[in-house]
């Protein structure tokens, strides 16, 4: 338009010209009233997921923050996890329901996959697990068109609530501490009073919409999600980069895991073979039961000490603290060290032996090399005559041969 303008002599500031296209409406539509929905007691509650990041820890980490809201009473429950899937949303949905004591008979969800398993809006097919899951609470799930973020505004200004009014001044040592407390916080939202409900509180309106939710079935049956692992030959099986054991004995088989907010609980057929802790996916942790571990190897006993070290130990004590010390050094192989040792004793005399070796203890040296120096270096210019038997040689017979 500006080109035309310009091609006909007219001259006009691009600001200018669309300030004027926006104030005659030309290029826009036209803005539409949002409207207001009205929710009768038991007839709609709305689900939905939002990305946060949240410090735990010592590390902030990305956590994926789940809502449950009753549209008449504004009632909410909220819960994070580290990841979201079918799994985790039949666990959410499940603990969500049992905090209101009931159903709504329409849960409006935006057109995520884990729900929705095709289409979007009026024509959405719901995966058949959650529709199973959804007949036994009594509800229906429903998806809102594309776009239409407004038919599920109860559960989305939570979030922002949530992100400005529960994390900052919080600190969180786990994730199952970070949603206990944030169950306590929703059990005091649900206490304060709210503008848009005429200044009553979730709590008293819920009392009367209670009465139109659908009651929770007689029994509710644990959430858990089956795998098939096959035990490596270590006695594990890995999920979610966790190992956990089992007997030894299965090492090989393919067995079942099933997997519920707390345990990981291990199958061989109908039989239940043992059952961990659930650990966070990702943690790369290894969990051992004690039945599980094989048992200690008897060690074999020491083999008893040789008769030059017996002999060494009883006729010079002061040489003791340099067989230990040789042993704690040389190990298994401490029997040779020894050996070199009682040569050393019937060679030199013991005062120079004991002396020298009290010297090289004193500074750590146990080398027996150069112990032996020490003797001889002591032993240097000293004259010692071997003992002779008791009946010498004649002196005449000695000259005899000297002679010769």
Request: charged share 25%; aromatic share 8%; hydrophobic share 40%.
């Amino acid at each position: 338009m500006a080109e035309l303008l310009a091609a006909e002599g007219v001259t006009v500031r691009y600001s200018t010209l669309t300030h004027f296209c926006r104030r005659h409406g030309i290029g826009t539509r036209p803005k539409q009233r949002a409207g207001h929905y009205h929710f009768d007691p038991g007839e709609e509650m709305q689900h939905d997921t939002s990305p946060h990041t949240v410090a735990v820890g010592d590390r902030r980490r990305p956590l994926q923050c789940a809502s449950l809201v009753l549209c008449y009473s504004r009632m909410i429950f909220a819960q994070l996890s580290p990841r979201w899937s079918r799994f985790q949303c039949k666990v959410f949905l499940t603990e969500a329901l049992t905090f209101h004591g009931g159903a709504a008979r329409r849960c409006m969800i935006d057109n995520h996959s884990v729900v929705v398993a095709a289409g979007s809006g009026r024509d959405a097919r719901m995966a058949p697990e959650m529709e199973a899951f959804a007949t036994r609470f009594g509800f229906r799930f429903a998806a809102h068109a594309l776009g239409d973020a407004n038919r599920s505004a109860r559960v989305e200004r939570p979030f922002h609530y949530i992100e400005h009014n529960f994390y900052p001044g919080r600190s969180f040592v786990s994730l199952a501490d970070l949603n206990q407390q944030l169950r306590a916080w929703c059990q005091q939202v649900n206490q304060r009073p709210k503008r848009t409900l005429g200044g009553a509180t979730p709590l008293e309106l819920f009392a009367t919409e209670t009465t139109a939710l659908v009651a929770l079935p007689l029994h509710i049956p644990e959430v858990y999600e089956p795998h098939l692992r096959r035990v490596d030959v270590d006695g594990y099986v890995s999920l979610h980069s966790n190992r956990y054991s089992v007997p030894a004995a299965l090492i090989g088989r393919r067995l079942e895991v099933r997997e519920t907010p707390e345990q990981i609980r291990i199958f061989d057929g109908p039989r239940l073979i043992t059952a961990h802790q659930r650990q966070e996916a990702g943690l790369n942790q290894r969990l051992l039961r004690p039945e599980h571990q094989e048992p200690r190897r008897s060690r074999r006993p020491s083999p008893p000490p040789a008769p030059e070290e017996t002999l060494l130990r009883s006729v010079a004590p002061p040489l003791a603290p340099l067989i230990d010390a040789l042993r704690h050094h040389h190990g298994g192989q401490a029997a040779r060290a020894v050996r070199q040792l009682h040569r050393l004793y019937l060679d030199y005399p013991l005062d120079a032996l004991t002396a020298a070796v009290e010297t090289a203890l004193a500074h750590r040296l146990i080398d027996l090399a150069r112990i032996e120096q020490m003797v001889l270096r002591r032993l240097a210019g000293e004259f010692f005559r071997l003992p002779l038997d008791d009946h010498p040689l004649p002196t005449s017979a000695t000259q005899d041969d000297d002679h010769d």
